[in-house]
């Protein structure tokens, strides 16, 4: 089945700064990428995602890119801010059957004053 | 924040025993999935219903079952809770079987002592 990897596992960055996360995925057949950002004792929330059929997508301060070929994608963050500051969790899905999201293990990022 | 309500917020249970979480999906959403997240690692996939059916089902055992209501509400049941079955129950609704997005309620603590 998919399996997911996610790196860094704890990211600490300055505000201001960027910061990336990356993601690889082993199923050639996956073909949706989101991102999702939960702050503590919150809920997953979507924060953007990416389809198979593009290779970059961005809304405002954040955008993420996907290789097909090398089978990764990675989360931007720039200008960053302390509210930036939550787990990120990088997931992969396809089209067949159920649409089960397979989520990485979580990035804790953290954004410095 | 998504229209995903989950109740109760936090259950403590002792091994054994039997639970029943709930989840009521966005309004216009006819698909819910299932997901475990223990502490420290992303969410894992049990299982979806679409249109009172299973749809398809995670690496999770039998003693794991749902229901899904004409409404679109859904049920998750846990038999025989274990001590490993403490976790985070979160479910998400997508507004068609062939949709990507998938938005997430608050989720249900479960606690088994």
């Known amino acids: 089945g998919e399996n997911v990897e996610q790196h860094p596992s704890t990211l600490s960055v300055q505000e201001g700064d960027s910061a990336v996360i990356k993601c690889t995925y082993s199923?050639?057949?996956?073909?949706?990428f989101p991102w999702y950002k939960q702050e503590l004792g919150k809920r997953p929330q979507l924060i953007i995602d990416?389809?198979?059929?593009?290779g970059e997508k961005k809304d405002q301060r954040i955008a993420v890119t996907l290789n097909k070929t090398a089978k990764h994608f990675s989360l931007h963050i720039t200008e960053t801010q302390p509210e930036d500051s939550a787990v990120y969790f990088c997931?992969?899905?396809?089209?067949?059957?159920?649409?089960?999201?397979?989520f990485g293990q979580g990035t804790r990022l953290t954004i410095n004053p | 924040e998504t229209g995903v309500t989950q109740s109760p917020t936090h259950l403590i249970k002792t091994r054994g025993q039997q639970v029943t979480l709930r989840c009521s999906s966005q309004?216009?959403?006819?698909?819910v999935s299932w997901y475990q997240q223990a502490l420290g690692q992303g969410p894992q996939f049990i299982f979806q219903?679409?249109?009172?059916?299973?749809?398809g089902r995670g690496n999770f055992p039998p003693r794991f079952s749902g229901l899904q209501f004409p409404n679109y509400s859904s049920e998750l049941n846990v038999n025989a809770l274990e001590l490993d079955d403490s976790a985070l129950y979160l479910c998400?609704?997508?507004?068609?079987?062939?949709?990507?997005?998938?938005?997430f309620g608050p989720g249900t603590r479960l606690t088994v002592t």
């Open positions: 998400a609704s997508s507004i068609e079987m062939g949709a990507y997005e998938q938005y």
């Open positions: 199923d050639s057949a996956s073909n949706y």
């Open positions: 990416i389809r198979s059929n593009v």
């Open positions: 997931a992969a899905s396809k089209n067949q059957g159920a649409q089960k999201l397979v």
């Open positions: 309004s216009g959403h006819n698909t």
């Open positions: 219903y679409y249109r009172e059916e299973e749809n």
